[in-house]
């Protein structure tokens, strides 16, 4: 793991659109896109992907947009970085095919979100089982030497590197080895009433995740709530004390200090309980306001994407152009 960041670094993450992003998304991806964005970076709303759930097609369509508003509520500038929508570059998809013959079967079946997820669906979709392999393409497409996201795509990073190593031996040098880059806290935020599993949009409780829309009165509500432990010593203790060590790595991505040094200032989980509540409301303010004011404005998101859609295409062209010739297509 690292985070440091310097002008000029390629760098290529995206989002699901799939409901109002939670705590998790914005403190494992959406924060450190905005700490990182440079000339260099791409950002996608990554809506094929969604085709991997049961998503009604009208409720797809809004919710891009919507995730393409909360990226830009989060910080990003679509003025210095790219920011787009993934089915508006075809090249994900063709990418992805030829990808697909350079991944192999095994591989795929070992991953661990598509084993997760498709023992919670009947008939899940073949999209499910390839949906790495799309994630690959998105990434080497852009030729990234960083993917900033949270600790739940570590092991889809890995595939990457292997599916881009194993084309280059094949079919000679064509694409860059990623690196996956996650924030130095809250790579991995958990569940509010089960700090045994990450806070996730389609498994937690309402109470255990936290959506970028709660006002301040629901956030008090689930951080008060918050499942913790019994023995009353504030320590930051990831084996002893998940929920508690939870909170203070929240506190610490908002504050920017260690998560032992706010360890350090409390005694009592109620005054530290209280104090976090405040810091993630007052916080999150800012950017749930800008969020409805931009989701208001169509026209404008309709010029952001066009602009995205444009850039992105020329980079991923180029790329997709040099992985099928290397691969003999015509
Ligand atoms: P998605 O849409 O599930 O999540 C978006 C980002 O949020 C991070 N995240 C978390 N971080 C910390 N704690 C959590 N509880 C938590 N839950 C989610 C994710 O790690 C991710 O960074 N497959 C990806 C989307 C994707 C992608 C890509 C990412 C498609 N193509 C190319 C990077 C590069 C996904 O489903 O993320």
């Not at 598509?114 to 080497?140: C, H, N």
């Not at 937690?204 to 023995?231: N, R």
């Not at 506190?251 to 040094?261: D, L």
Request: aromatic letters at 8%; hydrophobic letters at 40%; charged letters at 25%.
């Amino acid at each position: 793991m690292h985070c440091s960041y310097y002008g000029g670094v390629r760098i290529l993450s995206g989002i699901q659109p799939s409901g109002t992003p939670h705590l998790g998304n914005y403190l494992g991806a959406l924060k450190q896109w905005a700490d990182s964005q440079n000339s260099e970076a791409f950002y996608c709303v990554v809506n094929l992907h969604a085709l991997t759930l049961q998503i009604d097609p009208e409720e797809l369509r809004s919710q891009t947009f919507d995730g393409v508003a909360w990226l830009l509520a989060s910080g990003l500038d679509p003025e210095v970085c790219t920011l787009f929508i993934q089915s508006q570059v075809p090249y994900h998809a063709q990418l992805s095919w030829l990808l697909e013959n350079v991944a192999t079967f095994g591989e795929l079946s070992r991953m661990t979100q598509f084993k997760e997820k498709a023992s919670r669906q009947d008939g899940y979709r073949a999209g499910l089982f390839t949906y790495p392999v799309l994630m690959a393409a998105d990434i080497l497409l852009y030729n990234a030497q960083e993917v900033p996201v949270g600790d739940d795509q570590r092991q889809h990073l890995e595939l990457t590197r292997e599916i881009a190593e194993r084309f280059n031996n094949r079919f000679g040098e064509t694409f860059t080895l990623p690196v996956g880059v996650q924030p130095k806290s809250a790579a991995r935020v958990m569940d509010l009433q089960d700090p045994s599993r990450k806070m996730s949009k389609s498994v937690s409780s309402p109470l255990g995740s936290l959506s970028l829309l709660d006002d301040a009165k629901e956030i008090d509500k689930k951080i008060k709530k918050a499942v913790t432990d019994t023995d009353n010593e504030v320590r930051f203790d990831w084996e002893n004390k998940p929920g508690l060590s939870n909170l203070l790595e929240i506190f610490s991505a908002f504050s920017g200090e260690t998560p032992e040094a706010v360890a350090e200032r409390y005694t009592r989980y109620g005054d530290l309980k209280g104090d976090l509540s405040a810091l993630v409301a007052e916080s999150l303010a800012p950017i749930t306001a800008r969020y409805h004011e931009l989701r208001a404005n169509t026209n404008q998101l309709n010029e952001i994407i066009d602009l995205g859609a444009e850039k992105a295409s020329k980079v991923a062209s180029a790329t997709y152009e040099r992985a099928a010739k290397a691969m003999g297509l015509i």
